[in-house]
C-alpha cells in the first residue's frame, strides 16, 4: 500500500468498489495515534462533522464480532456504525 508522502496531507484511494482507504502521516509517536484512535475518550476531540456538532456518547468497540464499528450519537451528531 503506499504511504501519503508528506505529514499532514491525507491520500484517499478506491482500490476496489466497496473500499475507501485513507492514509496519513502523522508526525507523531504510533502508540499515541493508535490511542487517538482507538480510546472512546479521545474520539469527539477530532472525529467530528462540521462547527456546531458535538458527540457526548461516543462507543467504540474493536473486537472482531463488531467489525471495528464506533458509533455516536448526540444533538447534531449523526449515529453511524
Known sequence: MATASSTGSTRFTTPTELEIVATRV??????????????PEHLPHWMLGSDGWTMPVCE???????????SGS????????
Open 60 to 70: 467504540l468497540d474493536l473486537g472482531p464480532a463488531a467489525g471495528g464499528g464506533s
Open 26 to 39: 502523522f508526525d507523531a509517536p504510533r502508540w499515541l495515534v493508535w490511542e487517538a484512535w482507538t480510546n
Open 74 to 81: 448526540g444533538r447534531t451528531a449523526p449515529r453511524w456504525r
